[in-house]
C-alpha cells in the first residue's frame, strides 16, 4: 500500500510512505506514481491523539505513544 500525504508535520510537505507485504515501510520525498485510489483520508494529529476522517472507514480516533502536531490530507493507493 501507498500512503501519498500532503501537510504539516512530516519530514516533507508532500510524501509517499510505501508498506511492504513483509511489514517494512519507507517514505520519499514527493509523489510515487502509479496511483489506483482507494480512498482519501484527514488526519489531524494533537498531542498523543489522532483523529482520522476516512472516505471508507469513516471516523476514527486513535491513542499514540509518541506526541506530535500534524495536520496531513491523504490518499491510500495500491
Given at each position: 500500500m501507498r500512503y501519498i500525504e500532503f501537510g504539516v508535520g512530516n519530514r516533507w510537505l508532500i510524501r509517499t510512505e510505501t508498506e511492504l507485504e513483509d511489514g517494512t515501510e519507507h517514505e520519499e520525498r514527493g509523489i510515487v506514481r502509479p496511483i489506483i485510489?482507494?480512498?482519501i483520508y484527514l488526519r489531524i494529529w494533537?498531542?498523543?491523539?489522532?483523529?482520522?476522517?476516512d472516505s471508507t472507514e469513516g471516523f476514527k480516533r486513535q491513542r499514540k505513544r509518541k506526541?506530535?502536531?500534524?495536520?496531513?490530507?491523504?490518499?491510500?493507493?495500491k
Open positions: 485510489l482507494q480512498s494533537i498531542w498523543k491523539t489522532v483523529f482520522i476522517i506526541a506530535s502536531l500534524k495536520v496531513i490530507v491523504g490518499l491510500v493507493s
